[in-house]
C-alpha cells in the first residue's frame, strides 16, 4: 500500500462502529462496501487515535523504532 508504516485493520474484529473513522485527524480511514479501508494511507500521521478508540481492538498500530549511526 504505502511505503511507510499504517495501522494494521483485522477486518474479523471491525463492527464496522465507524469510532476510528470519526476520531481520525487526517481522514484516512472510511467505511466503504461493508468494509474498513484506507481512503488517504499516505496522510497518517500514526497517532494511534484509532487504535485507543476502537472498542474491538481492531486497529492497531506498529512503531518501527531505529537508531541513527553514531560517530565514535
Known amino acids: ?9 483485522d477486518q474479523n474484529r471491525c463492527t464496522l462502529c465507524g469510532q476510528c473513522v470519526d476520531v481520525c485527524p487526517e ?13 488517504n494511507p499516505s496522510a497518517c500521521t500514526m497517532c494511534a487515535a ?11 498500530v506498529y512503531y518501527s523504532i531505529s537508531w541513527a549511526d553514531q560517530e565514535e
Open 1 to 9: 500500500m504505502a511505503d511507510k508504516n499504517i495501522p494494521v485493520i
Open 27 to 39: 481522514n484516512v480511514l472510511a467505511i466503504e462496501a461493508n468494509k474498513l479501508v484506507y481512503s
Open 50 to 60: 484509532c487504535e485507543s478508540i476502537c472498542p474491538e481492538h481492531a486497529v492497531k
